[in-house]
């Protein structure tokens, strides 16, 4: 058995042509996908099973499956770059030199982002939590600082709900960021939003000082976001500056 997923090109072409492709920042090539689409393309019979995916259902195959594919087909796409990305054997996926890239995943809906002049890159995407899970979980996910931040900026724009539900991802996207530098998951209340910006929709993140000490972390990440009516896609992603 190969060490590497192969997908054949007519699988890999399916599932490029009903993507859709994303704007979110410069600098970021993006693609949604609606897995409801690709049910009847039966990818957990026609392709081998890594072994992050061997015990799963047949609805996580799949979106693990799509996600590897299309993350594949955007790198040969705008890249040119005919690169086997998912190892039969490690969780993660294998980017080639100098590419960075990024896969989340909410109910039916899947996003992948690619970048080949990106320090660091993390997306996510995440359906609106509910005013219930908001208020019960918000102590998991809100610093005291961001809870003060809701409270003095933030509740002018967003109702609770949303902010739990912007803050929450937009730290699944920073952890992704770190993770390459880190190759540790860390705690949502390890780092804290310290600025944001309503009007272009950006914020800079940070991590608690012994955490960035600890992990060899930026003191800086800086992030963005982008609101549809049923969820919320956010990125943390710095590119180099060629100028």
């Known amino acids: 058995m190969s060490h590497y997923l192969y ?7 399916s599932i490029y042509e009903i993507s859709s492709p994303i704007f979110l920042t410069s600098g970021l090539f993006c693609y949604g996908l609606d897995l409801a689409k690709t049910q009847h393309l039966h990818l957990d019979q026609r392709l081998e099973h890594p072994l992050k995916i061997a015990q799963a259902c047949v609805d996580r195959k799949n979106e693990y499956l799509c996600g590897r594919i299309l993350a594949q087909a955007v790198l040969n796409h705008h890249f040119g770059l005919d690169q ?13 030199t100098h590419v960075l890239g990024s896969i989340s995943h909410s109910q039916n809906k899947l996003i992948v982002a690619l970048s080949n002049n990106a320090f660091y890159l993390g997306i996510d995407i995440e359906h609106w939590v509910t005013s219930e899970f908001a208020q019960e979980s918000a102590h ?20 609770f709900a949303r902010y739990v539900s912007l803050i929450f991802s937009v730290k699944e996207s920073l952890y992704k960021a770190v993770y390459p530098t880190a190759k540790q998951y860390i705690d949502f209340l390890e780092a ?14 940070t991590f608690l000082p012994e955490i960035q000490q600890r992990y060899q972390l930026l003191e800086r990440y800086d992030g963005g976001w982008t609101i549809e009516q049923d969820h919320i896609m956010t990125w943390v992603l710095q590119v180099r500056n060629f100028a």
């Open 7 to 13: 997908i054949p090109e007519q699988i890999s072409k």
């Open 84 to 96: 086997l990305i998912t190892s039969m054997h490690e969780p993660l996926p294998i980017w080639p």
């Open 140 to 159: 998991l996910v809100l610093t005291p600082s961001e809870f003060d931040l809701w409270k003095s900026k933030v509740a002018d724009f967003f109702d």
């Open 192 to 205: 804290s939003i310290v600025d944001i910006n309503f009007e272009n929709q950006t914020l800079t993140l």
